[in-house]
T-cell receptor, first 112, second 114 residues
Framework: QKEVEQDPGPLSVPEGAIVSLNCTYS??????FMWYRQYSRKGPELLMY????GNKEDGRFTAQVDKSSKYISLFIRDSQPSDSATYLC????????????FGQGTTLQVKP | ETGVTQTPRHLVMGMTNKKSLKCEQH?????MYWYKQSAKKPLELMFV???????ENNSVPSRFSPECPNSSHLFLHLHTLQPEDSALYLC?????????????FGPGTRLTVL
């Protein structure tokens, strides 16, 4: 069983839709949960991170963590064509081990 | 230059060649990382350097040899690679400390082994 599972998609939605991206994990020791965005021919960039369970909002993006279910989500409201990218979830036991465990990534296309 | 840069951006090599990938970070960080990103697979952490010392080696074959001459530069020396080593090789850097430690990634080197 992979430590982190993420549906690779691709996921295609119309502009303005609400997008839900998800990951499940098996290691209950994970405490920090991250979402990275990777555009084509670029390296990943950090979108948001969350410590332990709960929600975090940043503009059109909301990250949710449910540690009891070992399930994390990223919601994108009012999706835009510029949101078209691959979204990677990543996890760490503490915030600074440097040993991130990534999901496979979900490719999102937002159509105008 | 800003952020994390990687050269070359694309590399094609034969199985008997020797080549090197270069990474440079302009962020004043003291930890650097090599990752491998293959199609349909999660990013795999290969090596971690902290204060120029290797602190992690995730069972990477010896045909990959990292070098960190100072905290700003990281190299990945390649020799006698296999076609399955074709992938995007990403470098990242961070500043470890208390609390959350964000990793900043370079654009990657797309490697093709013939």
């Amino acid at each position: 069983q992979k430590e982190v599972e993420q549906d690779p998609g691709p996921l295609s939605v119309p502009e303005g839709a609400i997008v839900s991206l998800n990951c499940t994990y098996s290691n209950s020791a994970f405490q920090y949960f991250m979402w990275y965005r990777q555009y084509s021919r670029k390296g990943p960039e950090l979108l948001m991170y969350t410590y332990s369970s709960g929600n975090k909002e940043d503009g059109r993006f909301t990250a949710q963590v449910d540690k009891s279910s070992k399930y994390i989500s990223l919601f994108i409201r009012d999706s835009q064509p510029s949101d078209s990218a691959t979204y990677l979830c990543a996890m760490d036991r503490s915030g600074n081990t440097g040993k991130l465990i990534f999901g496979q990534g979900t490719t999102l296309q937002v159509k105008p | 230059e800003t952020g994390v840069t990687q050269t070359p951006r694309h590399l094609v090599m034969g199985m008997t060649n020797k080549k090197s990938l270069k990474c440079e970070q302009h962020l004043g960080h003291n930890a650097m990382y090599w990752y491998k990103q293959s199609a349909k697979k999660p990013l795999e952490l290969m090596f971690v350097y902290s204060l120029e010392e290797r602190v992690e080696n995730n069972s990477v074959p010896s045909r990959f040899s990292p070098e960190c001459p100072n905290s700003s530069h990281l190299f990945l020396h390649l020799h006698t690679l296999q076609p399955e080593d074709s992938a995007l090789y990403l470098c990242a850097s961070s500043q470890p400390g208390l609390g959350f430690n964000e990793q900043f990634f370079g654009p990657g080197t797309r490697l093709t082994v013939l």
